[in-house]
Nanobody, 126 residues
Framework: VQLQASGGGLAQTGGSLRLSCVASGRTFSGYAMAWFRQAPGKEREFVATIARNGESTGYTDSVEGRFIISRDNRKNTLYLEMNSMKPEDTAVYYC????????????????????WGRGTQVTVSS
């Protein structure tokens, strides 16, 4: 599957952005999906994940209550709605797909993810 992320840009502290990730090449509903991010000088970290069925989600503590992950399997698209943004949210955001996840499972560890998009830059000004 090929993944293309978009929607990044510049936001102010307290503002919002919505990222999208369009999948092509294989059946989108066959993959658990996730967003990861990498800030300058730091390792890539988990942000949020959603099961194949779209009903189970998981978040890292730092974004819980501010970010919402969702998916539209009819449109082959993954979303990340980011609200109440903070400067520490500044990073390149990557979408990823996991082919081995069961229908209602999500996974936070990068080792589960077989396919990665190129990333989209998000910058939050203070």
């Amino acid at each position: 599957v090929q993944l293309q992320a978009s929607g990044g840009g510049l936001a102010q502290t307290g503002g919002s952005l919505r990222l999208s990730c369009v999948a092509s090449g294989r059946t989108f509903s066959g993959y658990a999906m996730a967003w990861f991010r990498q800030a300058p000088g730091k390792e890539r970290e988990f942000v949020a994940t959603i099961a194949r069925n779209g009903e189970s989600t998981g978040y890292t503590d730092s974004v819980e209550g501010r970010f919402i992950i969702s998916r539209d399997n009819r449109k082959n698209t993954l979303y990340l709605e980011m609200n109440s943004m903070k400067p520490e949210d500044t990073a390149v955001y990557y979408c990823a797909a996991a082919s081995r996840a069961r229908y209602n499972e999500w996974h936070a560890h990068q080792s589960w993810y077989d396919f990665w998009g190129r990333g989209t830059q998000v910058t939050v000004s203070s």
